[in-house]
């Protein structure tokens, strides 16, 4: 009597068997599901010839026990079912992603605001805004440019308030500088010399949307701008 494989090995265990008599594993642009499934269906068609070879070839007098194989078909449905819901998941966050860039479009022509030190000058000016809650002895405002160096200083209020500012895109000889990003740092100095630096809140002209890692960027003068650091939207 002939010897045959035990048909009764593991789905995973089959596993490379499947992938062994299809040929080559499914492209990397295939998704997760549908590799899992074409990788499944190779994995059942082993499985069922191994099934009918010992079926063949089993001794009359010590037949297979049949709940062996009854038990690995229940677990090919099971996984069949997790793939599929494994395939109408993928779909559902595919459709979503695609409202995400869609949603990210209409922000393009408005201003949104940030909490970060990346001044955006767009046509000549750019909008930004601090807290003084200190009463300082003195508040100064720099601007820098993309290589570090001082285009502009302002001494600023020192009056506990809100300030929203708006600079007028010249360095401090009165020359324009061209749109792009600047670096804001507002700081303020106490009675006794010891400096601190201020937060500030960054108005984007947003430009443009880009998608990064499947999700959408907003961009103003290259800055860019994930929604999840998004603190208000203006007109």
């Given amino acids: 009597m002939s010897t045959v494989t035990n048909p009764t090995a593991t789905p995973a265990a089959l596993g490379a068997a499947a992938t062994a008599s299809n040929g080559s594993a499914p492209s990397s642009n295939t998704s997760k599901s549908a590799a899992s499934g074409v990788k499944l269906s190779g994995d059942i068609n082993t499985f069922l ?33 997790s793939i599929q819901s494994n395939s109408n998941l993928e779909k559902l966050i595919a459709l979503q992603d695609k409202n995400s860039v869609s949603n990210a479009v209409s922000y393009i022509g408005k201003s949104v605001t940030t909490n970060d030190n990346k001044l955006v000058l767009n046509n000549g000016t750019a909008r930004f805004s601090y807290i003084i809650n200190d009463s300082p002895a003195s508040a100064s405002i720099r601007i820098e440019d993309s290589k570090g160096k001082l285009v502009r200083q302002i001494n600023a209020k020192t009056t506990n308030d809100t300030y929203d500012l708006a600079w007028d895109g010249k360095d401090d000889s009165g ?16 009675a006794k010399g010891a400096k601190k630096n201020l937060a500030s809140t960054i108005y984007n002209p947003v430009d443009g949307v880009k ?25």
Avoid: M, R, W
């Fill in 175 to 190: 020359a324009a500088l061209t749109d792009g990003i600047y670096t804001l740092k507002v700081s303020t100095t106490d």
């Fill in 49 to 81: 010839k191994l099934l009918v070879t010992q079926l063949k070839n089993q001794d009359p007098l010590n037949p297979t026990d049949s709940n062996q194989f009854t038990q690995q078909l229940a677990q090919y449905s099971q996984v069949e079912q």
């Fill in 211 to 235: 998608v990064v890692n499947n999700q959408p960027v907003l961009t103003a003068e290259g800055k860019e701008i994930t929604l999840d650091k998004v603190l208000s939207i203006n007109s």
